[in-house]
């Protein structure tokens, strides 16, 4: 599909993305970018075999690349658009793996001033709570849905070169604008993060007065899980997506508040049709989960 | 161990007491306890060979038995307890697997105006979203804590023998008051099982609005697997230990304040904090978890 595929950032997903290329014949070759503190990184990237070669230098990267897949956290998209500018080839199509879409438009419109035609914003909905590239592994997007947000000017052969290059690697294409996609993943993605992260805030320290974790069970385990996810992304994802993750928030304070009151006041009948209806909900997400397409 | 080990409700923490029990050789006989509509689950635990008779009747059912496992929801705990009053023996000994303890007490001083000297109260930590003797497996409580909540008259005799019973099911034994259990249990299950549900409820309703969930990803799947479980059973757990859960109610909506403060002042260094610092709280957890004893 491409001659030379360059992934800017060689982590979970950038580095998930270039096993699976490889493996899915979608790259003759493929070259990492980093920056000197990703030297160690990248130098396991190339040993390991993701990557063919790697640059610390932002022309030597791009050279030849008919493909760019910015995969660093969302809060170095700007800077990272910024070193590709001069760079910045007609020739060559561009997307990313940002959890938030708004903000990567943004970024895109504060280096050029426009959003350039041949970057098609995307995001796969895969991932874990480890990172870097010992964590990546082929298939990683296998049947796993992928957002495009493409915009009114988006280049319609770029558009299709991106989305049979995801599509390649196993996604589920979903398009959407970019402003549905916040919303949407700041309900099912963003909001549930930071309610692992507020769980275990609190509970954290209760811990650390007197033991609770050690009479915790599987299903902390799992509820807890996202928790374990890296913080400075994390914090980053917020930041971008603040306008819809803090109104879902509010939400939840008045939703705790309603069992809070159900509870207070022995409504056993609305207190049970409350979490009734949530096990029916959840049993519908998951005949979704587990059928993709 | 025993010579006719009876289970009152033979469903997943009852058959899986049953299966282990008979795998462990604690019992020579097996029989279960339930009302009329709980007919075809007894049959089926019976073909399934996890008892060995049923019995719809509760002096059938008692007679001859040394130890009776109370394994029906917390809710009914009285009402199991005024089944079995008229044929309390003193040469039987009597626990039960209920996850609220202070409960389960005030439910025995109810029925017989005092604790029973051979009534052990315990809470194995083990279970699952799934209900039901199909549910049931051997080994349910292998290496999983299971805490005895013992009162001042309780007969050391009795605590001895199902101390021992819950050890050869597998279980790491703690002892504690039932008011610490019932704070501890509070704070690690029941409020992230309040929240699970909080949260899929409220999703829900945005998922009929415009689906969300097409898009959610496996760390929602693991977010919120305990919504998938049995609403009734989670309702009678919230009402008997409301005392504990409504003020960890309160803390977390306060926690949740504390982030929307935090995200919509763009304070990005104290949220990365609150996120790094509940990260390590998880790793520390899980070490626990995964090195119980």
């Known amino acids: 599909m491409f001659n030379t595929?360059?992934?800017i950032g060689v982590g979970l997903i950038g580095g998930s993305v270039a096993r699976t290329a490889r493996v899915q014949n979608l790259a003759a070759r493929i070259v990492g970018f980093g920056r000197d503190q990703d030297l160690a990184n990248l130098q396991l990237a190339k040993q390991l075999g993701v990557?063919?070669?790697?640059?610390?230098?932002?022309?030597?990267a791009v050279a030849h690349a008919d493909c760019v897949v910015i995969a660093t956290p969302v809060a170095t998209t700007a800077a990272v658009l910024g070193l590709l500018k001069p760079h910045w080839s007609a020739e060559t199509v561009y997307t990313d793996v940002g959890s938030t879409k708004g903000s990567v438009l943004a970024a895109a419109e504060a280096v050029f001033g426009y959003v350039p035609d041949n970057l098609v914003p995307a995001h796969p909905i895969a991932g874990g709570e480890q990172s870097g590239v010992s964590a990546a592994v082929e298939g990683l997007f296998a049947h796993k849905r992928l957002i495009i947000t493409p915009v009114a000017g988006t280049d319609a052969g770029a558009l299709a070169?991106?989305?049979?290059?995801?599509?390649?690697?196993?996604?589920?294409?979903?398009?959407m604008d970019a402003q549905h996609h916040d919303s949407v993943l700041a309900a099912t993605s963003h909001l549930p993060h930071v309610l692992a992260f507020a769980l275990v805030d609190m509970l954290g320290h209760k811990?650390?007065?007197?033991?609770?974790?050690?009479?915790a069970a599987g299903g902390f385990k799992d509820f807890t899980r996202i928790a374990s996810s890296d913080p400075t992304m994390w914090a980053a994802i917020c930041t971008a997506n603040k306008q819809e993750i803090l109104p879902l928030i509010e939400q939840l304070r008045t939703e705790l508040a309603k069992i809070h009151a159900l509870l207070a006041a022995d409504d056993?009948?609305?207190?049970?049709?409350?979490?009734?209806?949530?096990?029916?909900?959840?049993?519908?997400?998951?005949?979704?989960?587990?059928r993709p397409v």
């Open 5 to 7: 595929l360059c992934v």
């Open 51 to 60: 990557i063919d070669e790697f640059y610390l230098d932002i022309a030597a």
């Open 161 to 175: 070169k991106v989305q049979a290059f995801w599509q390649g690697l196993g996604s589920v294409v979903s398009l």
């Open 207 to 215: 811990d650390e007065q007197s033991e609770i974790f050690k009479y």
């Open 268 to 290: 056993y009948a609305q207190l049970f049709a409350t979490f009734a209806y949530a096990q029916t909900a959840r049993e519908r997400f998951l005949e979704q989960f587990e």
